[in-house]
Each structure stands twice: as structure tokens, then as C-alpha cells.
């Protein structure tokens, strides 16, 4: 299975972007997908969350701000992130676990290469 990640960029305080990660390979289901972030100098920590049938969870510091969603049940996930602040800046990583493919069930789980995100003050 691999991610791909798309969206990130360069954007000025108060403003929006949408990140977008689509995972290919055999893929029969994805149990959740979803964003993690890393800051310079800090641990990463999970932005948001989605599972298949839709229940989200979100870091408190993006609640109300960020959004996710998955493209029904296909495997692409999306984070609608608005009223960016600087310390949004980040590299968002998708990740995906809990996948279902040719029938077999892996609780393994899988990070994308990573997409800058820069919040200018």
C-alpha cells in the first residue's frame, strides 16, 4: 500500500488549504485514514482521523478549523484545513490503518511521504 499526498503549500495566516492523499495498492477497505503532523523541533501528533464508517477525531487545537472526509468508500482521504495559524506549520503525513486487501485483514499501519505546510504571519 502506498500514500500519496498532495496540497500542501505556502499560505498567509487566516487563509485555507486542502490536503488530499490517495492510497493505491490491492485494496479491498481502509479502517481509518487520516492526517498526522510534525513541527520543527516537536514530536508528531495526530491532526485528525476518519474511519469508514465516518466517525471522526480531531486534536483539539484544529477543532472547528479542519475538517476531514473520505471520498465514500474509496481510499482518499481529504483535510480541508481553515483559519490557518503559523502554528499550523507543518509537514502533514496521511496515514492509513486497518486495511482489507484480497480478503485478508492487516492492522499494520502506513505513512505517506510527508507534505510541507507553511502558515506566513
Known amino acids: 500500500v502506498q500514500l500519496q499526498a498532495s496540497g500542501g503549500g505556502l499560505v498567509q495566516t487566516g487563509g485555507s488549504l486542502r490536503l488530499s492523499c490517495v492510497a493505491s495498492g490491492n485494496i479491498d477497505m481502509i479502517n481509518v485514514m487520516g492526517w498526522y503532523r510534525q513541527a520543527p523541533g516537536k514530536q508528531r501528533e495526530m491532526v485528525a482521523l476518519?474511519?469508514?464508517?465516518?466517525?471522526?477525531n480531531y486534536e483539539d487545537s484544529v477543532k472547528g478549523r479542519f475538517t476531514v472526509s473520505r471520498d465514500g468508500p474509496s481510499s482518499t482521504v481529504f483535510l480541508q484545513m481553515n483559519s490557518v495559524k503559523p502554528e499550523d506549520t507543518a509537514v502533514y503525513y496521511c496515514?492509513?490503518?486497518?486495511?482489507?486487501?484480497?480478503?485478508?485483514?492487516?492492522?499494520?499501519?502506513?505513512w505517506g511521504k510527508g507534505t510541507l505546510v507553511t502558515v506566513s504571519s
Open positions: 476518519h474511519t469508514r464508517i465516518g466517525t471522526t
Open positions: 496515514y492509513a490503518t486497518g486495511i482489507t486487501s484480497m480478503g485478508t485483514f492487516y492492522n499494520t499501519q502506513h
